[in-house]
């Protein structure tokens, strides 16, 4: 019991303590006007200095989707490494932070609660489960964000740019082409391959809106991205009489369905999203069957096109990155920095380089272009920057594993196509 | 009386934290508080009773899930009771004791390896009720989730809110509510662990028919201590769910389940404290080594090739599992006691009443 | 009618490679009573050592040298962490094979990296045509190798000196060792030939019609686990039994999700859970595993 006075001293002190530690503040947290205007003129905000713009991306190379976020950093690193020796934005250099979430919704929002506070932009977040969650708070934050990702519940934040075609958009294109080239007829029935979660089932959308006003009837079968072996999934579209595939599933899983459908003698076409080819794949034995009859419905172009931009992109690429294969996420890393930097430049020109500056100057642009394939649309944010779709075609000589088999173009169906926002 | 001190500057420090730390360590610390809550949990059941589950992640679900309907307004296709929230979050923890007590027909039949293997099909269950039950769930969208309000008080980033001259957002006052639920899960779980019940669940844990034979009804404490430890994870789950303000289907997967057994493993099987040390240390382990990467030896920063943090932080955290099953046993816990131990023999104690709890814990 | 039968013949390929997989569970567990999570990491092992090999050395050398490797990952375990656990019970020890998975899967997967990598195997996707239904070459391969090494493990159990040492161990580990067995032995051969069966089980899983191994190949060993578990953990049969239920529900799952959309689609990765657990209610050890009486 002798302890006790001692213990309310202490207990007191540590209060008293507490009290100072509290009302003298050394903290850095304490309130400050975020927004600021620099000695040069330029007004800005956070991750905006007098001499550096962080430049935050969040992406995966330990999880799933680990290929595709190798080729993005990298693609954008190459961007903002040509754009600081070109002399920076803003008389500023552009610094990047790449945090690797591995596909973890909670690392993911661990590292936006990190990057958030000190970044101008995010030039690319993968995962649209990760962007989703985030949503409201990045809108909050007015953090531009290019999710790598497409589907249709992405759009409707002012703060949050879908780059070109989304996943539904890119189907009604496939189906379209399927009619238009393919031989598919009213009343045929039309499988559709499609991932559980939102990839999968924004393309869904799609070819549920081209089949009813084209008359044509969809056979579902959903996975999960667990699943590897399409031997039962190819049995079914079998059996239903199915007479052309659509593929929104991952490449694995493009490989085997489109692999045992071919070996099986099922004689179709077969139409794929976007994320539903890897040119890895051409070094397995599904190979020969890939090469056959099999489309890919995208609205970024593909690295072997021939146009200058992507030409010197892939040779800077390859001197950079002289190990590393280079495959679609290339371009659309590549496309969506360039997206990040005009919109800085642009924001620049107006003299604000706070969060509502960018964006306001990114979203002020209704005809933008990377100098090659669609022009996008960044004024309006509840509809797809694009409607125009290139469909590739998996090719072993082509650089990147593809080549161009019809240049970017809009269906009449996608054109007017109500997309539903999420 | 050295505990005393300990105790005071382990408050002074928990309330000085939201003051000076930015947004990312208080998410850092939510996310392992919530973890604590989930460990203590599944430590009564595998550590304590020797019930392995794999489920764990499924009560999380239906804790964070249940919350957001039973305190959500309905809208357009969404359901909701739209109910004052403490008392949804309190729903929320009957339902997952609910959902715990469903599978008690399964929970109290098997054994040992057949009971961790069983629960495995609670999570796959789960995933596929969160991605297909949508006017409950939100389908693959998640839901957003209402921020709690406890005497008017609101747990979220508005209105406003500035204290000695510190911004409170959702994180800082969070924070308060997190301590809180941390500490009451801890004092209820070291009292259910230090009285009748816990020496009847070490009992089943080292010798189940011994057990029955003194007299341990044996199915009801299995059953019991099963749905306990889902409404710890259902508390986890809605302390989750209020940092994440939306929910995500994907998280609740079997990699989740798995964390939770190397956080009871790394920190000490069957006790409170080492719940919440290997909660700690598995949750602050990856965000540790993603802040510092560029200062560590050895790690990489992402993108550059070499062993990334992510990576790294998976085989330190491998490793720990390995290293203390095979130096340490009692886990982290186990070896601060060695230390105390050790540091103690060589000082004298500075008191003479000894304290009521000293040689455990 | 066809598409039922085809159906059924693809769920009893895909379920002979999940009884492959099971099969190196019910070893383990036969004789050391351990679950052993980290099956995955010695699939992906034995694997990537085939992978790695075959354009050098051939197909079979390869192959040899995969199971040769994946049978010492698996001895290397028991020998360097397993035996030396100071643990208490087997809930434990299974959490630690947790550990050594993390371990392994994550080294493997920043080996492979973001290839996919083709196993060289013979078969190719060449298709054998019964009738109306169609089925890989590689599958069929796979039912008679999974047929063969479980009558092989049913006979060695029996017969064999480790079978009978094994048997015992399993029975009442402290009378085995007092009768002269040496348990650290059983054990230790126990998970060299898992890790062996893991390497075969490794071939068939990334072969045609899956691409090739990756790093997504451990899911599948997840997908063992209730096919382990409703046959019975200590019982071969049932590892087979188990592997073709596991299988061949979730072909029909799938192939029928149409009709079954009641239950939500993509129902076809739950239903082997389920299955499983409404087995597990009637026979709490699964349908051939051995039923532990304790009564007061």
Same mark, same amino acid.
């Given at each position: 019991?002798?302890?006790?006075?001692?213990?309310?001293?202490?207990?007191?002190?540590?209060?008293?303590?507490?009290?100072?530690?509290?009302?003298?503040?050394?903290?850095?947290?304490?309130?400050?006007?975020?927004?600021?205007?620099?000695?040069?003129?330029?007004?800005?905000?956070?991750?905006?200095?007098?001499?550096?713009?962080?430049?935050?991306?969040?992406?995966?190379?330990?999880?799933?989707?680990?290929?595709?976020?190798?080729?993005?950093?990298?693609?954008?690193?190459?961007?903002?490494?040509?754009?600081?020796?070109?002399?920076?934005?803003?008389?500023?250099?552009?610094?990047?932070?790449?945090?690797?979430?591995?596909?973890?919704?909670?690392?993911?929002?661990?590292?936006?609660?990190?990057?958030?506070?000190?970044?101008?932009?995010?030039?690319?977040?993968?995962?649209?489960?990760?962007?989703?969650?985030?949503?409201?708070?990045?809108?909050?934050?007015?953090?531009?964000?290019?999710?790598?990702?497409?589907?249709?519940?992405?759009?409707?934040?002012?703060?949050?740019?879908?780059?070109?075609?989304?996943?539904?958009?890119?189907?009604?294109?496939?189906?379209?082409?399927?009619?238009?080239?393919?031989?598919?007829?009213?009343?045929?029935?039309?499988?559709?391959?499609?991932?559980?979660?939102?990839?999968?089932?924004?393309?869904?959308?799609?070819?549920?809106?081209?089949?009813?006003?084209?008359?044509?009837?969809?056979?579902?079968?959903?996975?999960?991205?667990?699943?590897?072996?399409?031997?039962?999934?190819?049995?079914?579209?079998?059996?239903?009489?199915?007479?052309?595939?659509?593929?929104?599933?991952?490449?694995?899983?493009?490989?085997?369905?489109?692999?045992?459908?071919?070996?099986?003698?099922?004689?179709?076409?077969?139409?794929?999203?976007?994320?539903?080819?890897?040119?890895?794949?051409?070094?397995?034995?599904?190979?020969?069957?890939?090469?056959?009859?099999?489309?890919?419905?995208?609205?970024?172009?593909?690295?072997?096109?021939?146009?200058?931009?992507?030409?010197?992109?892939?040779?800077?690429?390859?001197?950079?990155?002289?190990?590393?294969?280079?495959?679609?996420?290339?371009?659309?890393?590549?496309?969506?920095?360039?997206?990040?930097?005009?919109?800085?430049?642009?924001?620049?020109?107006?003299?604000?380089?706070?969060?509502?500056?960018?964006?306001?100057?990114?979203?002020?642009?209704?005809?933008?272009?990377?100098?090659?394939?669609?022009?996008?649309?960044?004024?309006?944010?509840?509809?797809?920057?694009?409607?125009?779709?290139?469909?590739?075609?998996?090719?072993?000589?082509?650089?990147?594993?593809?080549?161009?088999?019809?240049?970017?173009?809009?269906?009449?169906?996608?054109?007017?196509?109500?997309?539903?926002?999420? | 009386?050295?505990?005393?001190?300990?105790?005071?500057?382990?408050?002074?420090?928990?309330?000085?934290?939201?003051?000076?730390?930015?947004?990312?360590?208080?998410?850092?610390?939510?996310?392992?508080?919530?973890?604590?809550?989930?460990?203590?949990?599944?430590?009564?059941?595998?550590?304590?009773?020797?019930?392995?589950?794999?489920?764990?992640?499924?009560?999380?679900?239906?804790?964070?899930?249940?919350?957001?309907?039973?305190?959500?307004?309905?809208?357009?296709?969404?359901?909701?009771?739209?109910?004052?929230?403490?008392?949804?979050?309190?729903?929320?923890?009957?339902?997952?004791?609910?959902?715990?007590?469903?599978?008690?027909?399964?929970?109290?039949?098997?054994?040992?390896?057949?009971?961790?293997?069983?629960?495995?099909?609670?999570?796959?269950?789960?995933?596929?009720?969160?991605?297909?039950?949508?006017?409950?769930?939100?389908?693959?969208?998640?839901?957003?989730?209402?921020?709690?309000?406890?005497?008017?008080?609101?747990?979220?980033?508005?209105?406003?809110?500035?204290?000695?001259?510190?911004?409170?957002?959702?994180?800082?006052?969070?924070?308060?509510?997190?301590?809180?639920?941390?500490?009451?899960?801890?004092?209820?779980?070291?009292?259910?662990?230090?009285?009748?019940?816990?020496?009847?669940?070490?009992?089943?844990?080292?010798?189940?028919?011994?057990?029955?034979?003194?007299?341990?009804?044996?199915?009801?404490?299995?059953?019991?201590?099963?749905?306990?430890?889902?409404?710890?994870?259902?508390?986890?789950?809605?302390?989750?769910?209020?940092?994440?303000?939306?929910?995500?289907?994907?998280?609740?997967?079997?990699?989740?389940?798995?964390?939770?057994?190397?956080?009871?493993?790394?920190?000490?099987?069957?006790?409170?404290?080492?719940?919440?040390?290997?909660?700690?240390?598995?949750?602050?382990?990856?965000?540790?080594?993603?802040?510092?990467?560029?200062?560590?030896?050895?790690?990489?920063?992402?993108?550059?090739?070499?062993?990334?943090?992510?990576?790294?932080?998976?085989?330190?955290?491998?490793?720990?599992?390995?290293?203390?099953?095979?130096?340490?046993?009692?886990?982290?816990?186990?070896?601060?006691?060695?230390?105390?131990?050790?540091?103690?023999?060589?000082?004298?104690?500075?008191?003479?009443?000894?304290?009521?709890?000293?040689?455990?814990? | 009618?066809?598409?039922?039968?085809?159906?059924?013949?693809?769920?009893?390929?895909?379920?002979?490679?999940?009884?492959?997989?099971?099969?190196?569970?019910?070893?383990?567990?036969?004789?050391?009573?351990?679950?052993?999570?980290?099956?995955?990491?010695?699939?992906?092992?034995?694997?990537?050592?085939?992978?790695?090999?075959?354009? %050098?050395? !051939?197909? =079979? *050398?390869?192959?040899? +040298?995969?199971?040769?490797? #994946? &049978? @010492?990952?698996?001895?290397?375990?028991?020998?360097?962490?397993?035996?030396?656990?100071?643990?208490?019970?087997?809930?434990?020890?299974?959490?630690?094979?947790?550990?050594?998975?993390?371990?392994?899967?994550?080294?493997?997967?920043?080996?492979?990296?973001?290839?996919?990598?083709?196993?060289?195997?013979?078969?190719?996707?060449?298709?054998?045509?019964?009738?109306?239904?169609?089925?890989?070459?590689?599958?069929?391969?796979?039912?008679?190798?999974?047929?063969?090494?479980?009558?092989?493990?049913?006979?060695?159990?029996?017969?064999?000196?480790?079978?009978?040492?094994?048997?015992?161990?399993?029975?009442?580990?402290?009378?085995?060792?007092?009768?002269?067995?040496?348990?650290?032995?059983? %054990?230790? !051969?126990? =998970? *060299?030939?898992?890790? +062996?069966?893991?390497?075969? #089980? &490794? @071939?068939?899983?990334?072969?045609?019609?899956?691409?090739?191994?990756?790093?997504?190949?451990?899911?599948?060993?997840?997908?063992?686990?209730?096919?382990?578990?409703?046959?019975?953990?200590?019982?071969?049969?049932?590892?087979?039994?188990?592997?073709?239920?596991?299988?061949?529900?979730?072909?029909?799952?799938?192939?029928?999700?149409?009709?079954?959309?009641?239950?939500?689609?993509?129902?076809?990765?739950?239903?082997?859970?389920?299955?499983?657990?409404?087995?597990?209610?009637?026979?709490?050890?699964?349908?051939?595993?051995?039923?532990?009486?304790?009564?007061?």
């Amino acid at each position: 019991m002798r302890n006790k006075p001692r213990t309310v001293t202490r207990a007191a002190a540590a209060a008293a303590l507490l009290a100072l530690a509290v009302a003298s503040c050394a903290s850095e947290k304490a309130t400050g006007g975020p927004a600021a205007t620099g000695g040069d003129g330029v007004k800005t905000g956070p991750g905006v200095t007098a001499d550096k713009i962080t430049v935050a991306m969040m992406t995966d190379l330990t999880g799933p989707y680990a290929s595709l976020g190798k080729s993005i950093t990298q693609a954008q690193q190459l961007y903002f490494e040509q754009l600081n020796h070109a002399g920076g934005v803003c008389g500023r250099t552009v610094e990047t932070v790449v945090r690797d979430h591995g596909y973890d919704a909670q690392k993911a929002v661990a590292a936006y609660t990190e990057l958030a506070p000190k970044s101008a932009v995010v030039a690319h977040f993968i995962g649209s489960p990760m962007v989703l969650a985030l949503k409201q708070r990045i809108e909050a934050d007015k953090l531009l964000t290019i999710p790598m990702a497409w589907a249709t519940g992405l759009l409707g934040a002012r703060a949050i740019q879908v780059t070109a075609t989304t996943y539904d958009v890119d189907m009604i294109n496939g189906v379209d082409f399927l009619v238009k080239e393919k031989g598919i007829k009213k009343g045929d029935t039309i499988g559709h391959l499609y991932f559980e979660g939102d990839y999968g089932e924004s393309a869904l959308d799609g070819s549920k809106y081209a089949a009813e006003k084209l008359g044509l009837k969809i056979f579902e079968q959903k996975i999960k991205a667990t699943d590897q072996d399409m031997s039962a999934q190819v049995a079914a579209f079998k059996s239903a009489g199915v007479k052309a595939i659509l593929i929104s599933a991952g490449p694995r899983q493009a490989a085997s369905l489109v692999g045992v459908a071919v070996s099986k003698g099922m004689d179709v076409p077969f139409v794929g999203s976007n994320s539903a080819y890897a040119p890895q794949l051409l070094a397995t034995p599904a190979a020969p069957a890939l090469l056959k009859d099999y489309y890919i419905m995208t609205g970024g172009a593909p690295m072997s096109a021939k146009e200058p931009v992507i030409e010197k992109l892939a040779a800077d690429y390859k001197a950079k990155y002289p190990n590393d294969v280079i495959d679609s996420g290339v371009s659309a890393g590549y496309s969506a920095a360039q997206i990040v930097g005009d919109a800085l430049k642009k924001a620049c020109e107006a003299k604000d380089l706070s969060r509502e500056g960018i964006i306001t100057a990114h979203r002020g642009q209704k005809a933008w272009s990377a100098g090659y394939g669609s022009t996008q649309d960044f004024s309006v944010f509840d509809q797809p920057a694009s409607r125009e779709s290139y469909i590739v075609k998996p090719d072993k000589a082509a650089l990147g594993g593809s080549v161009i088999y019809k240049e970017p173009a809009v269906s009449d169906l996608a054109k007017d196509y109500p997309v539903p926002v999420g | 009386m050295s505990r005393v001190i300990l105790w005071a500057a382990g408050a002074v420090l928990a309330v000085a934290v939201p003051f000076y730390l930015e947004g990312f360590w208080l998410q850092a610390g939510l996310f392992a508080m919530a973890a604590c809550v989930g460990a203590i949990g599944i430590n009564l059941l595998t550590g304590a009773t020797g019930q392995l589950s794999l489920g764990h992640a499924f009560f999380l679900a239906i804790g964070a899930y249940a919350y957001v309907y039973f305190a959500a307004e309905p809208e357009g296709d969404l359901g909701g009771l739209g109910l004052p929230t403490p008392l949804a979050a309190l729903l929320a923890l009957v339902a997952a004791g609910l959902a715990g007590g469903a599978f008690s027909p399964i929970a109290g039949r098997l054994r040992g390896a057949y009971l961790g293997i069983a629960t495995l099909a609670l999570i796959y269950l789960g995933q596929h009720l969160l991605f297909n039950a949508e006017p409950l769930t939100g389908g693959y969208n998640g839901r957003a989730v209402p921020p709690m309000e406890l005497f008017g008080f609101v747990f979220a980033d508005t209105p406003e809110l500035v204290i000695f001259n510190v911004p409170f957002g959702a994180l800082e006052r969070l924070w308060f509510l997190g301590l809180a639920v941390v500490l009451v899960a801890a004092w209820f779980a070291r009292g259910v662990l230090r009285g009748r019940p816990g020496r009847a669940m070490n009992t089943i844990r080292d010798h189940e028919i011994a057990a029955a034979v003194i007299g341990v009804p044996v199915g009801r404490y299995r059953a019991g201590v099963f749905v306990l430890s889902s409404m710890y994870a259902g508390a986890a789950g809605v302390l989750l769910a209020l940092v994440f303000q939306q929910t995500v289907p994907e998280y609740f997967g079997i990699l989740l389940s798995l964390d939770y057994l190397a956080m009871i493993v790394i920190g000490g099987l069957g006790s409170v404290a080492g719940a919440v040390i290997g909660a700690i240390f598995v949750s602050l382990l990856p965000q540790l080594l993603t802040r510092y990467s560029e200062a560590l030896p050895l790690v990489a920063e992402p993108g550059s090739g070499g062993v990334s943090p992510a990576e790294a932080a998976r085989i330190l955290y491998g490793a720990a599992v390995v290293a203390v099953v095979l130096f340490l046993p009692g886990g982290l816990l186990g070896l601060a006691a060695r230390i105390r131990a050790t540091v103690t023999r060589r000082v004298p104690p500075p008191s003479l009443t000894p304290s009521p709890d000293s040689p455990r814990s | 009618m066809i598409t039922f039968l085809e159906l059924l013949v693809n769920g009893i390929s895909v379920g002979a490679v999940y009884a492959l997989i099971a099969l190196g569970f019910v070893v383990i567990f036969k004789a050391t009573e351990v679950v052993n999570f980290a099956h995955a990491s010695l699939l992906l092992a034995g694997g990537f050592v085939v992978a790695k090999l075959h354009p %050098s050395i !051939g197909f =079979w *050398a390869a192959l040899a +040298a995969g199971i040769g490797g #994946a &049978a @010492l990952v698996g001895a290397l375990i028991e020998f360097l962490i397993i035996r030396r656990a100071n643990v208490a019970g087997h809930s434990v020890l299974a959490i630690v094979t947790i550990g050594v998975d993390i371990l392994l899967v994550t080294e493997l997967t920043r080996q492979i990296g973001t290839d996919v990598l083709a196993l060289g195997d013979p078969w190719g996707d060449r298709v054998l045509h019964l009738g109306p239904i169609s089925i890989a070459e590689t599958r069929v391969v796979a039912l008679a190798v999974a047929a063969l090494l479980i009558t092989a493990f049913l006979l060695a159990f029996k017969y064999t000196g480790w079978g009978v040492a094994m048997r015992a161990t399993a029975e009442d580990a402290e009378t085995a060792a007092l009768m002269g067995i040496r348990l650290g032995r059983v %054990s230790l !051969g126990a =998970w *060299a030939v898992a890790g +062996a069966l893991a390497a075969v #089980a &490794a @071939l068939f899983l990334c072969v045609f019609p899956t691409p090739g191994l990756d790093r997504g190949t451990t899911f599948a060993a997840m997908k063992a686990f209730p096919a382990a578990i409703l046959g019975g953990l200590d019982s071969t049969t049932g590892a087979l039994v188990g592997g073709l239920i596991v299988g061949v529900t979730e072909a029909m799952m799938s192939g029928y999700q149409n009709e079954l959309a009641f239950l939500g689609r993509g129902i076809g990765d739950v239903a082997p859970f389920l299955v499983m657990t409404v087995i597990l209610l009637i026979r709490p050890a699964g349908l051939f595993g051995t039923r532990e009486l304790s009564r007061v």
